[in-house]
């Protein structure tokens, strides 16, 4: 199974700034098969990634994803406000599919 | 678009099966792959299995002697069933797209295991 560990826990930023969000696998990633997700309070994960770096529909161009291997990056260029909330990457190139635990984008 | 639902009690017994369904709405359930992930409370997601609409089925191995999930395609919706349930499987339970990235996600739904 291949573990994924995000950092940091918590990331505290003020509207503006960039975030720079780092996943990092147990083992690599096949084909850059990693996704990420962001998660607000009491919603479902919404895609914001996939193959690493492609961004899903609708998805505005201030998130970007990079990396390969082990070692991936979400880069959101300046943090509108909405953009405050929990963000998982996730792999898919082998079985078990697995998540990260999580960083915590919150307001300064 | 595709919208997803889940659906089932909020609350099971110890020991007992937990069952929820996804339906499918504004699209059909053929030729992709559907998946649940669960989520306890505060806490991080954990891919459960995925179902191809032909009912060939993938299971995360620390679930799988306790976990069913089926796919109806007439109803054009899939099912997930667990048994022996405990508190640890206590989480909101999500129902999605495909077994590589997940998406769309339904809205997901509690399940909480208590007697």
């Known amino acids: 199974e291949i573990v994924l560990t995000q950092s940091p826990g918590t990331l505290s930023l003020s509207p503006g700034e960039r975030a720079t969000l780092s996943c990092r696998a147990s083992?690599?990633?096949?084909?850059?098969?990693l996704a990420w997700y962001q998660q607000k309070p009491g919603q479902a994960p919404r895609l914001l990634i996939s193959?690493?770096?492609s961004r899903a529909t609708g998805i505005p161009d201030r998130f970007s994803g990079s990396g390969s291997g082990t070692d991936f990056t979400l880069t959101i260029s300046r943090l509108e406000p909405e953009d405050f909330a929990v963000y998982y990457c996730?792999?898919?190139?082998?079985?078990?599919?697995?998540f990260g635990q999580g960083t915590k984008v919150e307001i300064k | 678009q595709v919208q997803l639902q889940e659906s089932g009690p909020g609350l099971v017994k110890p020991s007992e099966t937990l069952s929820l369904n996804c339906s499918v709405s504004?699209?059909?359930?053929?030729?992709?792959?559907w998946s649940w992930i669960r989520q306890p409370p505060g806490k991080g997601l954990e891919w459960i299995g995925y179902?191809?609409?032909?009912?060939?089925?993938n299971y995360n191995p620390s679930l799988k002697s306790r976990v069913t999930i089926s796919v109806d395609t007439s109803k054009n919706q899939f099912s997930l069933k667990m048994r022996s349930v405990t508190a640890a499987d206590t989480a909101v339970y999500y129902c999605?797209?495909?077994?590589?990235?997940?998406?769309?996600w339904g809205q997901g739904t509690l399940v909480t295991v208590s007697s």
């Open positions: 999605a797209r495909s077994a590589s990235w997940f998406d769309p």
């Open positions: 504004g699209g059909s359930i053929s030729y992709y792959y």
């Open positions: 179902i191809y609409y032909s009912g060939s089925t």
């Open positions: 083992q690599s990633v096949s084909s850059s098969y």
């Open positions: 193959g690493a770096s």
């Open positions: 996730q792999q898919y190139g082998s079985s078990p599919r697995t």
